[in-house]
Every structure is written in C-alpha cells, then in structure tokens.
C-alpha cells in the first residue's frame, strides 16, 4: 500500500511538473508578444526554474522535506561505532606511527647477534616502561641503566633498549638520559604513580594499553624483550632463552618444569617472536580483559593460559628458571650463572629502590673482583627476611 501512495504520489508531481512547464512556455510566449528585453526575459525564466527544481526536490524527498538523507555508505551520528573496529584503528594507528617505525628501526638488532646462535636470526629490540615516579634522578630508572653499564656482556644492549614512556615528565627524563624514548600516551590518561602499589582504573587503562602496544609492534614484525624498569641486568640473557619458543616469560617461583603452566607467570619479563601464533595470542589476550574486569594483564594471562584457544593456535610457551632469571621471591643462587634480579616481593617504589640498590653494590664487589676469588665470593650471598616492605632483602653474611 505504502509503495501504491508512493507512485500515485510521484505521478501527482510529473503531472504537476507537466503541467508548470507548459504554462511557463506560455508565459515565455506572452513575454515576448510584450516585447521585453532578451537578457531580462532570461533572467526571469532562470529565476523560475530554480524555483520551480527547489520545490519538486523537496517534495520528492521520501523523507522531511527540510532534510535530505546522506548518500549510501555514509555514517550515520545515531550509529555507535563498533568497539573492536575502534581497537583495530588505535592499533593500526600505533603502529604506524612515523616517531615508532623511526625509534624501533634506530633500535633494532638481530637475535644472532647477542644470542651466541642458540636464536633464530630475527630482528628484535628490547623495551622497558616507565612513568614518572620511576623516572627521576636516584629512581628506578638511574638503577635499571646503571646496571646494564655494570652487567656482564650488557653495555652494548643499551644500543637497542627503547624506554616506552607513559607521560610527559617520564619522556622529557628518558630524552636526557637514553637515546631511544617513545611516549605512549593515550587521551584521559595521565598516570604519575607508583606502579608497584596502584589499583585505580587509571592504572588498569595503562597496563591495558601496554599490552596493546606490544601488539602493534608484534604486528610490524619485529620480536621484542620486554624487561621492568625494577629490575637489574648482571649480564647478557640472550645465550640463556629458549630456543625456537614463541613466549617465555620468568616466573615468581620455579620448580624445575619449564613447560609447567602451573606456575605463576610473571609479565615482568618476557621474550616474544613476531609470528602469526603470537598475533593472535595478544589479541586473545588483549580481549580477555572484557570477561576480567578490573584485573591487571598479568592476572588475566594466568587466568587464561590453560584455555583450549592456546593449543589450537599452537602457541609454545616455556618459563625461565630462577637460576638464570630471579627475583627477590626466588632469588638467583649463584652470581656467577645469574642474569637478571626483580626486585618483585616488594611492596612501594622505595622499598625496590632500596633491595636494588644492595644487589647492584654487591654486583660491582663481585664483577670487580680477581677471578680466582669470584668462586668464594658467589657462595657468601645469602637472603634474609626485612621489614621495609620486601619479603626478603639482599644481604652478605660477613
């Protein structure tokens, strides 16, 4: 019925256009027997087609004649956009920023080059985040940077370490201290706190966003280490990865099984390679944070990593031993194997910023040291329980 009316409707109009046309030839006729000027007579005729056009367009609009609807395709205000649409753009965004191809690209090294040939040749950099509180002199980031002047085999990574820094104080601090800096900065946030303590939902937007960052630059096809800031390099670990693992990651505490899920998962400081299996990993991920709300990426990692999802893909994952990898939870044995020390189990920057500072002076006695009393002096550390906020702090028995 409404398709009837609409075409009765139409022929009303043609009708009405006919009908208006042929008194305007019989105007034009009597224009002429008046015998007015050519150019006048056309300036009148021009005027009442334009009117004549406005009024049929308008009433041909199936629609309010005072509103004409937007060509095919366009996109409408009253339409929310679709969130994983929003998502896929902010990361195609990051990664193709100009200022990230150009920081990573500066950055980037081969895996053979540092892994003594134990990795497959791929490019790869190393990155580590920070924020103001840890990005201030005698902070967080002066122990992180001090200890890879101080490492073993450690020096020459800096040339490929790029500190992702969240906001505008922590990126002006990285500029004067390091030469690779990139700001992931992300509108409505704005996050200067401890790390190590927050449990706002500004905090939970950050570490969100990190994990998206890592995506993009998994998606431009470069594998990455990502390592905290609270954490000290005695050496180089690359001869000490897995081989041929797509994630690896340390783990708060080890029992002997690297390929046991069942220990905690610690995002502190993880290798991954660029492949189709991680991709897709990450943005499982990445999305999993819908169905935990309110919970930090490294939770919701150890939440999901026994789904099904994980086997189809094929994604390897393995753990890195504390021998290699540890932490003031399960502290490195012996300094002379040790790579890397987190100072996890603490609770407040000042705590860490205390522990770190012991492992790093114990570090230097120990790397300073001739070689033949190294054996001796990697068998005189020991740990101890301490008040200050870390479950154990690092000590000499003297």
């Known amino acids: 019925m409404a398709g009837?009316?609409?075409?009765?409707?139409?022929?009303?109009?043609?009708?009405?256009?006919?009908?208006?046309?042929?008194?305007?030839?019989?105007?034009?006729?009597?224009?002429?027997?008046?015998?007015?000027?050519a150019a006048a007579a056309c300036l009148l005729v021009i005027g009442l087609c334009c009117l004549l056009l406005s009024v049929i367009s308008l009433y041909s609009s199936s629609i309010s004649?005072?509103?004409?609807?937007p060509p095919p395709g366009s996109f409408s205000p009253a339409t929310p956009p679709n969130p994983e649409d929003t998502k896929m753009q902010q990361q195609r965004e990051i990664s193709e920023d100009p200022e990230l191809i150009k920081v990573l690209n500066r950055a980037k090294m081969t895996t053979t080059a540092v892994g003594e040939g134990r990795l497959p040749p791929s490019e790869m950099v190393i990155l580590t985040t920070i924020n103001r509180a840890w990005a201030e002199p005698g902070s967080l980031l002066d122990l992180f940077l001090e200890s890879f002047?101080?490492?073993?085999?450690?020096?020459?990574?800096?040339?490929?370490?790029?500190i992702v820094s969240l906001d505008h104080k922590a990126h002006q601090y990285c500029q004067a201290v390091h030469p690779h800096c990139y700001a992931l900065t992300t509108p409505g946030v704005n996050f200067t706190g401890n790390a190590a303590t927050s449990k706002s939902e500004e905090y939970m937007r950050v570490v969100w966003l990190r994990t998206e960052f890592y995506t993009s630059v998994l998606n431009l096809g470069i594998d990455f280490l990502f390592t905290d800031a609270d954490i000290v390099w005695l050496r180089n670990p690359f001869p000490h990865l897995h081989e041929q693992v797509d994630f690896q990651a340390a783990c708060?505490?080890?029992?002997?099984?690297?390929?046991?899920?069942?220990?905690?998962?610690?995002?502190?400081?993880?290798?991954?390679r660029s492949n189709d299996r991680t991709r897709r990993f990450y943005k499982f991920w990445y999305d999993s944070r819908d169905r935990f709300p309110g919970v930090k990426e490294q939770d919701v990692l150890n939440s999901i990593k026994f789904e099904p999802f994980l086997n189809d893909i094929g994604l390897q994952i393995k753990l890195l031993d504390t021998d290699h990898f540890g932490g003031i939870c399960q502290p490195i044995k012996d300094l002379k194997v040790g790579c890397t020390m987190h100072a996890i189990c603490c609770i407040g920057l000042e705590s860490k910023i205390q522990a770190l500072t012991v492992i790093l002076q114990d570090w230097k006695r120990f790397s300073s040291a001739p070689a033949e009393s190294r054996l001796n002096l990697s068998t005189s550390f020991a740990w101890k329980p301490h008040r200050t906020g870390c479950w154990y702090v690092y000590a000499r028995y003297l």
Do not use: A, M, Q
């Open 65 to 69: 004649p005072w509103f004409l609807p």
């Open 252 to 272: 708060d505490y080890y029992s002997g099984d690297d390929s046991d899920l069942r220990h905690i998962i610690n995002t502190g400081f993880i290798f991954v």
């Open 149 to 162: 002047w101080n490492g073993d085999g450690t020096k020459e990574l800096l040339r490929h370490l790029v």
């Open 4 to 37: 009837e009316l609409d075409h009765n409707n139409r022929d009303g109009i043609i009708g009405e256009h006919t009908r208006s046309c042929y008194s305007l030839g019989h105007f034009i006729s009597r224009l002429r027997s008046l015998e007015i000027s």
